[in-house]
Antibody, heavy 123, light 110 residues
Framework: QVTLRESGPALVKPTQTLTLTCSFS??????????VSWIRQPPGQALEWLAR???????YYSPSLKPRLTISKDTSKNQVLLTVTNMDTADTATYFC????????????????WGQGTVVTVS | DIQMTQSPSTLSASVGDRVTITCRAS??????LAWYQQKPGTAPRLLIS???TLQSGVPSRFSGGGSGTEFTLTISSLLPDDFATYYC????????????FGQGTRLEIK
């Protein structure tokens, strides 16, 4: 059974760098077909996709945030990390990590298992 | 970039009602459309993928339809547990903006 759990600081100051950890319980992150994304949700607002990392270390980023984001994985700990530089009050949000599932055709298109989220406040 | 627009933003309904939420894409997206349910303080739950494929464990009163630019999520007979916010989500295999969400539809009790 796959589970994900986010962790990181609850409070960061403007201009600081945020580092979040997603602990992935299940198969190794190097297992073919395992893809993990980060998604965030500001208070009372919609979901926003941030980044994705695949089993073969391919990485994809939201173009609007790409200059500030880095996604990586620590396979020894089976964790996915996200760093966000130059944090701003507009980055206050709940940050989720989620597994991506393929509906077929080799397209990893939906987020089927989510962590509970971690709240980050920038102030 | 493809924009996803949901309507209505808020929907008031009663237990037992049949409700439909619409998601429109700014250009054709085939059937690369998913639906999620989110309750306050919790993570979203995947309901439907590929526009109409019901996920395992999701009640059959939920159904999805559409293709191209217009999609629907229908709940055939509302139960108290269904009052939540619903999001559509598009996957674009050809774009850097691989995943985009609609702005959400809040389904509230009338």
């Amino acid at each position: 059974q796959v589970t994900l759990r986010e962790s990181g600081p609850a409070l960061v100051k403007p201009t600081q760098t945020l580092t979040l950890t997603c602990s992935f319980s299940g198969p190794s992150l190097n297992t073919r077909g395992v893809c993990v994304s980060w998604i965030r949700q500001p208070p009372g607002q919609a979901l926003e996709w941030l980044a994705r990392i695949d089993w073969d270390d391919d990485k994809y980023y939201s173009p609007s945030l790409k200059p500030r984001l880095t996604i990586s994985k620590d396979t020894s700990k089976n964790q996915v990390l996200l760093t966000v530089t130059n944090m701003d009050t507009a980055d206050t949000a709940t940050y989720f990590c989620a597994r991506i599932k393929s509906s077929g055709g080799g397209a990893w298109d939906v987020f089927d298992i989510w962590g509970q989220g971690t709240v980050v406040t920038v102030s | 970039d493809i924009q996803m627009t949901q309507s209505p933003s808020t929907l008031s309904a009663s237990v037992g009602d049949r409700v439909t939420i619409t998601c429109r894409a700014s250009q054709s997206i085939d059937t690369w459309l998913a639906w999620y349910q989110q309750k306050p303080g919790t993570a979203p739950r995947l309901l439907i993928s590929k526009a109409s494929t019901l996920q395992s464990g999701v009640p059959s009163r939920f159904s999805g339809g559409g293709s191209g630019t217009e999609f629907t999520l229908t709940i055939s007979s509302l139960l108290p547990d269904d009052f939540a916010t619903y999001y559509c989500q598009h996957y674009d295999p050809y774009s850097s903006y691989k995943y985009s969400f609609g702005q959400g539809t809040r389904l509230e009790i009338k």
